[in-house]
Antibody
């Protein structure tokens, strides 16, 4: 079955860290760029980061640059998002999404996960 | 960043009737080099992941019913459901991928009247 399954969300204090994972199945993972998109409570969808299929090119939203790191393990068909120096405004459901090609930019997303909730609060 | 504004925020349509959702971009998402509009549409049903419906503004994703259609060019786009079915109750989003960061509309909630 073609699907994406996120995990790793939870409650973390401001300034803390969290690592999200997204396991892919049903397609050739290394052939596609992957992205993280989030949705804060009561807010719209916001792109966070993208990573090319090879893992060589990364792209970040200004709001997370320097704090978040996207990576992938193509052997494990897994995408990661390491989130450091977390802030209250990072509270959101984080979705993993499959890009339509391998580049990581100028893309729509043709497969989405169910999301994992990250709550940043003391 | 390109801002996408959807209208209306919510919509109630009778079964079998036409539903129309609009998406206006703060700048053109049409690329002259390949004559493509860099706009996609998604559907989110309750409890389900987002589903791609349309890309390149008017190309239907494989498996999407043909009652869904996309139109428009430049900075004004429309998603039309020609004959609303009960299973179409969802929130619909547009997204531009013309440049980075990709951005999304705020969503339109579609209900049955």
């Amino acid at each position: 079955e073609v699907q994406l399954l996120e995990s790793g969300g939870g409650l973390v204090q401001p300034g803390g860290s969290l690592r999200l994972s997204c396991v892919a199945s049903g397609f050739t993972f290394s052939s596609y760029a992957m992205s993280w998109v989030r949705q804060a409570p009561g807010k719209g969808l916001g792109w966070v980061s993208s990573l090319s299929g090879s893992g060589g090119n990364t792209y970040y939203a200004d709001s997370v640059k320097g704090r978040f790191t996207i990576s992938r393990d193509n052997f494990k068909s897994t995408l990661y998002l390491q989130m450091n120096s977390l802030r209250a405004e990072d509270t959101a459901i984080y979705y993993c999404a499959k890009d339509r090609d391998s580049t990581g930019y100028d893309n729509w997303y043709d497969l989405w996960g169910q999301g994992t909730l990250v709550t940043v609060s003391s | 960043d390109i801002v996408l504004t959807q209208s209306p925020d919510s919509l109630a349509v009778s079964l079998g009737e036409r539903a129309t959702i609009n998406c206006k971009s703060s700048q053109s998402v049409f690329r002259i080099s390949n004559t493509n509009n860099y706009l996609a549409w998604y559907q989110r049903k309750p409890g389900q992941p987002l589903k791609l419906l349309i890309y390149w503004a008017s190309t239907r994703e494989s498996g999407v019913p043909d009652r869904f259609s996309g139109s428009g060019s430049g900075s004004d786009f429309t998603l039309t459901i020609s004959s609303l079915q009960a299973e179409d109750v969802a929130v619909y989003y547009c997204q531009q991928y013309y440049n980075t960061p990709p951005t999304f509309g705020q969503g339109t909630k579609l209900e049955i009247k």
